[in-house]
């Protein structure tokens, strides 16, 4: 696969360098604590527009904490304390000006364990696009349509858009939550290990949904499951105690990773 | 990035060790039993010894019993482990080095096959002196990747790849020799004939140690130098530490 | 034992199982005991009892109802308690009769009991029935006075309503500003008052009790007539539902001891929807300010901590504050800036059914918050984080997707607020119940809700005719009905908000299947 696209691997160095104009997110020199304790160290990295970017590594290296700092979840936190910027698009999004609502919405997040709305699965699918306000009814189902079909859970469900999201399976709630988010039309989609609570099948269904959206969205996910970052993202970046150890494309670092430490974890090695 | 040879026993799951090493002491049995079917067919032929030659060609089977058992084993691996990086490419080149010594197994066999043809013809020794000379090399080669392998040593493979090149124009000047001998004396074609496939047996093992290297760079620094001209190789890349 | 019972025996469980069985089983038992108690004193009241003519063995004739039987002191014997009424010719209404000085007891049919505006309930016989057009005797005197009776009543409530709905609101408004047209109008219902009076009077009976000392009644005085002995079943039936029905739609007589209480059970459930319209806001704010906006410190903490031992406070201590801050303070500050022109007698400056509401709302106030932040906690973060990853701010997040789920819960709190607030009784003898205010706060009247005015509450009526009352004796089954209807009121109230509650549980669903 030819990396793409002109990207300056520093020879033989282990965190690849994309070109800023191909990068939707660009993260630099980010720290970030809990408190007292450090959680990211001095992290930079770019995420390329409309492809997979996987954050793998050991439970706390803190690939959840850099996700949830991408669309600004820790501002629900007060203890957490941050350096360094984020930009999406070129705009820091810690900036003033910024409406973190309006940041969120472009920077959509899918979590762990399917957390579909005590509602119907319309109104689960609709509830960004009221919030957003001013939609004619019409233009509402289009959108919801629209939604669940990118999600691809339109046909499952297209007979009872009314009953509770609640009634669905593990699978399916997941795929309602993606849908959901799919429909205010975010530039990124954030997913956090969105398939570890599910069924093989279902994480398959996921893992095919993600490949598809690639022409649509920036996808970045997280997982503890190699095999998954090795079959559906395109680049994947290696953290471990809160630090960016290496960062390629996914073919090369599960077949030839650069540096031992990240060997080590791929091939479940003690170090 | 440095891959040692006891990279492959350092796993968290022990089991996974032992499967790993196992592939590879199996794979250095089957080396050192190729080894020496290609020495007992080359003394074979050179002591005129058709009992050796006849347990030449019985044996091949138990190479080709290896093989199997080597391929099955590291179909296991692959697929209840689904080993990544080097481990991956360990178990690769496990299954192309067991293919590439099961062929030298067959090229043995055939080496014995014709030893067998001269001796009951009885058909003197001419050729014999390049015969030793090439089989010497080509059995230090067959040794040497099997080091090299077991060490993961790529500098000793980079000398297997340049040595290839001395075997075949070793067998090219043989076989003009040969060829210049067959056009003098008509009655000696047949035996030379024979021995010319001895001879191309002989390349053609020098040849298979030759992949032999290549996968051993392939397992160490995770380059592909299948078909890549000698002298075009990156040494410096193959051979740095790190 | 068969093979079913024994496998459904917890074995090796101990006794436990059983006491916990045993628990639920007397908690009910000894609330159902109690509703019986309540029913069966309360209700049975109202059932038309057979009048008893007693002769006794020294010649003496009473007609009473039994009471109860009880153990004559020394042991000797029995004696049974007779209501015999005649206050007016006997001076007492109660008989104590020793059951082996009854030489006959027997129910004739033609007895009467007769109740009255004045002097109670009379016992005895119907001998005629004179007017100006002459006099009726017998049966037929007794058919004349069913439909005389029937008129008066209509004539009674021409005339409540005159008072209540013209002439006091006229006098009302007369008192702020003198006006000919309201003069006018205010002679004419006065007019119109004593002309009905006058229809009203004129007739008279002749009654005689059973030992035979004779009695002339002014027709205008008895409200019903009936003969006890010689009503069938379905009209005794239908006499005992006219009853509790009058129980429940009459304001109080005598003193609180007849009647009924329908000004209570207005003032109460009034009293409890505004304490309910006034907590519910700001106890849920509170609630959602503690648990979703503060940060959540030391200070946090602290509040929380004072808000669950406000639980605590005895709820006469409500009542001494309330008076003094709202009657006292806010209320006289606001008779001097508003109805300065009415004191010194005080608008607002004493007790009143705000006063009142806002005290009861002041004490269930943290059992609201409490119950609130229950229902908070239990709405899992991830669904708060669900609603922000998809653009919603703060407050779109809670109020679109944290406050609906929150919902049971924050009703739950209210239906504990109603429960304790319906059953208060000590702060509001303090801030605003009295004793007979037959004058409910709501009427036609702008500004139609009368905040300042005192209302009756069942609780408190209930303390006061059992222990304030003059007859006790008398009062004890108008108390037990009283009880009863209190028991129901809050059962209602209770039932509402528990069904509003399931309905809301049943669209928003609690905690996911998974």
Not at chain 1, 31 to 54: F, I, M, N
Not at chain 1, 157 to 165: C, I, N, P, T
Request: glycine share 8%; proline share 4%; aromatic share 6%.
């Amino acid at each position: 696969m030819s990396v793409f696209p002109s990207p300056r691997p520093a020879a033989g160095g282990p965190i690849i360098d994309f070109d800023p104009a191909a990068c939707c997110l660009e993260i630099e020199g980010l720290s970030l604590a809990y408190g007292e304790t450090p959680a990211l160290r001095d992290l930079s990295l770019r995420v390329p527009r409309h492809r997979v970017t996987a954050f793998i590594g050991p439970s706390g290296c803190g690939k959840s904490t850099l996700l949830r700092a991408l669309n600004r979840l820790h501002d629900l936190n007060d203890e957490v304390r941050l350096a360094g910027s984020i930009r999406l698009e070129g705009q820091d999004i810690h900036a003033p000006e910024v409406e973190v609502a309006e940041l969120r919405r472009r920077v959509g997040m899918v979590f762990q364990a399917p957390n579909p709305f005590p509602m119907s699965i319309y109104d689960n699918v609709a509830f960004g696009l009221r919030l957003q306000g001013g939609m004619r009814k019409r233009q509402m189902d289009d959108i919801v349509e629209w939604a669940l079909q990118s999600a691809a859970l339109w046909d499952e469900v297209k007979e009872r858009l009314g009953s509770s999201a609640w009634t669905l399976s593990g699978g399916q709630q997941q795929r309602l939550v993606i849908a959901r988010t799919l429909a205010v039309r975010p530039e990124v989609l954030l997913l956090d290990e969105p398939a570890s609570a599910l069924d093989p099948i279902s994480t398959l269904k996921i893992e095919e949904l993600i490949r598809n959206l690639k022409s649509q969205l920036t996808l970045v996910l997280v997982t503890h499951n190699m095999q998954q970052a090795a079959r559906v993202s395109d680049y994947t970046a290696f953290l471990q105690e809160g630090e960016l150890v290496e960062y390629g494309a996914t073919d090369t670092l599960f077949t030839n990773p650069r540096l031992s430490r990240t060997e080590n974890y791929i091939t479940g090695r003690m170090a | 990035m440095d891959i040692t040879s006891d990279i492959h026993n350092r796993h968290i799951s022990r089991q996974f060790n032992q499967e790993l090493e196992e592939l590879k002491t199996h794979l250095m049995a089957m080396g050192g039993l190729v080894e020496k079917q290609v020495q007992d067919a080359v003394a074979a032929l050179l002591d005129g010894d058709s009992a050796l030659a006849r347990h030449v060609v019985d044996n091949d089977r138990a190479v080709n019993d290896m093989q199997i058992k080597i391929d099955g084993e590291c179909t296991q691996v692959l697929a209840r482990r689904q080993p990544a990086a080097s481990d991956l490419r360990l178990v690769l080149a496990v299954i192309r080095a067991a293919s590439d010594l099961e062929r030298i197994g067959d090229e043995a066999s055939k080496i014995a096959r014709n030893a067998i043809d001269l001796i009951d013809a009885n058909n003197g020794s001419r050729g014999f002196v390049e015969v030793r000379m090439i089989s010497e090399h080509v059995r230090r080669m067959v040794r040497d990747a099997l080091t090299s392998f077991a060490r993961f040593d790529t500098e000793l493979a980079l000398k297997l790849v340049h040595e290839d090149e001395e075997v075949d124009n070793e067998y090219q000047a043989a076989m003009r020799s040969l060829i210049t001998f067959m056009m003098e004396d008509a009655r000696s074609i047949t035996p030379v004939l024979n021995l010319m496939w001895i001879l191309r047996s002989l390349e053609r093992i020098g040849d298979h140690a030759n992949n032999l290297a290549e996968y051993v760079v392939y397992l160490v620094k995770g380059l592909d130098i299948r078909h890549t001209d000698p002298d075009d190789l990156d040494e410096q890349a193959i051979t740095r530490k790190g | 034992m068969s093979r079913f019972g024994r496998a459904r025996l917890p074995r090796g469980e101990g006794p436990w199982p059983w006491l916990a069985a045993g628990s639920v089983a007397l908690s009910l038992l000894m609330f159902s005991g109690l509703l019986l108690l309540l029913a069966v004193r309360g209700l049975g009241h109202f059932w038309p009892a057979p009048l008893s003519l007693v002769a006794l063995e020294d010649g003496r004739l009473l007609a009473g109802q039994v009471v109860r039987e009880e153990r004559l002191p020394g042991g000797a014997g029995r004696e049974r308690l007779y209501l015999t009424a005649n206050r007016d010719l006997d001076g007492a209404i109660w008989s104590w009769v020793a059951v082996d000085e009854i030489a006959e007891e027997s129910h004739p049919r033609d007895l009467v009991v007769l109740e009255r505006t004045r002097w109670g309930s009379f016992h005895g016989r119907l001998l005629a029935l004179e007017d100006a057009a002459g006099r009726v005797e017998g049966e037929a005197a007794w058919q004349a006075l069913q439909e005389r009776l029937g008129e008066l009543e209509a004539l009674r409530r021409e005339r409540a309503h005159l008072r209540d709905r013209v002439v006091v609101p006229l006098v009302r408004r007369l008192e702020r500003g003198a006006d000919a047209a309201l003069a006018a109008e205010l002679g004419a219902a006065n007019a119109r008052i004593r002309q009905l009076q006058a229809r009203m009077g004129g007739t008279r009976l002749l009654l005689e009790s059973v030992d035979g000392r004779r009695l002339e009644q002014p027709l205008e005085q008895v409200l019903r007539a009936w003969r006890p002995n010689a009503m069938s079943a379905p009209r005794k039936l239908a006499a005992w539902g006219h009853g509790v029905w009058r129980f429940l739609s009459e304001g109080p007589r005598a003193a609180n001891t007849a009647g009924g209480v329908w000004p209570a059970i207005f003032g109460t459930v009034l009293m409890v929807l505004l304490m309910s319209v006034v907590v519910t806001p700001f106890g849920v704010l509170a609630g959602i300010y503690l648990n979703e906006v503060a940060h959540q410190g030391r200070f946090t903490r602290l509040v929380r901590i004072a808000v669950r031992n406000l639980a605590g406070v005895p709820s006469i201590v409500y009542g001494v504050f309330g008076l003094g801050v709202f009657v006292y303070g806010i209320g006289g500050t606001l008779d001097e800036w508003f109805f300065a022109d009415q004191l010194p007698s005080p608008t607002f400056g004493t007790g009143g059914l705000l006063w009142a509401s806002l005290t009861l709302a002041l004490l269930t106030l943290p059992v609201v918050i409490v119950a609130t932040e229950e229902g908070l906690a239990r709405v899992p973060d991830h669904q708060r984080e669900g609603a922000l990853a998809l653009g919603a701010t703060r407050v779109e997040m809670l109020t679109r997707v944290v406050l609906p789920m929150t919902a049971p819960a924050m009703l739950t709190g209210v239906i504990l607020a109603v429960a304790r607030a319906a059953g208060e009784v000590a702060p509001l003898m303090l801030v605003g119940v009295a004793k007979l205010a037959p004058q409910v706060p709501v009427d036609g009247e702008f500004p139609f809700l009368h905040l300042e005015q005192k209302f009756m509450h069942l609780g408190y009526h209930i303390y006061d005719v059992a222990f304030h009352g003059g007859d006790v004796e008398a009062a004890l089954p108008l108390v037990y009905a009283t009880a009863l209807l209190l028991v129901l009121v809050i059962l209602v109230l209770n039932l509402t908000a528990i069904f509003l509650r399931h309905h809301l549980r049943a669209r928003h669903g609690t905690v996911p299947r998974r």
